[in-house]
Nanobody
């Protein structure tokens, strides 16, 4: 099971760190992805951390977001800097074993955490 946390209200330009905690299994065995869904929009890929340490980001967050894994805590974290109002969304973490080339596709994710709301005010 996955549990996402760390959302909140922040002003534009601020930072937040989201955490995805796994129970019942090691995050090192999976690729963990972060997705987000803004109100009225479809859910979209944000970032992924592969079991081998690979990382991938969607273009709008490159250079601002950093995904990392904490093996000791069995978490995958998403450090979000220079936040913009358009980053406002419910953020979800999920796990997959799909090949790396498919990690942006949510249909391949087999386990999802509950969402955590990030609100960026202008």
């Amino acid at each position: 099971q996955l549990q996402a946390s760390g959302g909140g209200l922040v002003q534009a330009g601020g930072s937040l760190t989201l955490s995805c905690a796994a129970s019942g299994g090691s995050v090192r065995r999976y690729t963990i992805g972060w997705f987000r869904q803004a109100q009225g929009k479809e859910r979209e890929f944000v970032a992924a951390f592969g079991w081998s340490g690979n990382t991938k980001y969607t273009d709008p967050v490159k250079g601002r977001f950093t995904i990392s894994r904490d093996n000791a805590k069995n978490t995958v974290n998403l450090q979000m800097n220079s936040l913009k109002p358009e980053d406002t969304a419910v953020y979800y973490c999920a796990a997959t074993t799909v090949v790396w080339g498919r990690v942006t596709e949510e249909n391949y994710y087999i386990s999802w955490g509950q969402g955590t709301l990030v609100t960026v005010s202008s």
